[in-house]
């Protein structure tokens, strides 16, 4: 069973590091307008607003794969809705309040740093989700036998 859960908790830890790479060769490809210098010091200022996103996104996913491990419990890992929480608890609450400030803050033609953190957010909680399902089938194959 612990080689089960370790298993999950690596390629969620994975996922969360491919998807943090990808982030940054994102906001690396941005292009840049040139202008005068006000609006190079604009775009430097939301370069380290984008990096400074990056890496609570980094920290948020490295938290909630370390809540994964919460399921080596054996109360939580035989409980759906418990087992359900620490897959999917964090991201869920930090993906509502990354569209809770997109909402609050939307531009309809600029690509902004909160879309991006959204969509990258959304990619992160489908993986995890289909994650969650194997790892209920699995927990379903192990306690059936």
């Known amino acids: 069973m612990k080689k089960i859960i370790f298993k999950f908790w690596l390629i969620n830890f994975l996922i969360s ?12 490809a941005t292009k840049t307008i ?19 996103f990056a890496f609570i996104y980094f920290i948020t996913m490295v938290i909630s ?9 054996e109360k939580i890992r035989n409980n759906f809705y418990l087992s359900l929480l620490t ?3 964090i991201p869920l609450f930090c993906f509502i309040f990354i569209i809770s400030n997109l909402l609050i803050d939307i531009r309809i033609q600029n690509f902004t740093i909160l879309t991006m953190l959204a969509i990258f957010s959304t990619i992160g ?15 379903n194959k192990i306690q059936v036998q």
């Open 17 to 28: 590091a491919v998807l943090f790479l990808t982030y940054h060769v994102v906001i690396a």
């Open 34 to 52: 040139d202008g005068n210098l006000f609006e190079k010091l604009m775009q430097i200022l939301e370069l380290y607003l984008n990096i400074g």
């Open 65 to 73: 794969s370390f809540v994964l491990l919460l399921n080596f419990v």
């Open 87 to 89: 897959f999917l608890g």
């Open 125 to 139: 909680m489908f993986l995890t989700t289909i994650q969650f399902l194997l790892f209920r089938k699995t927990i």
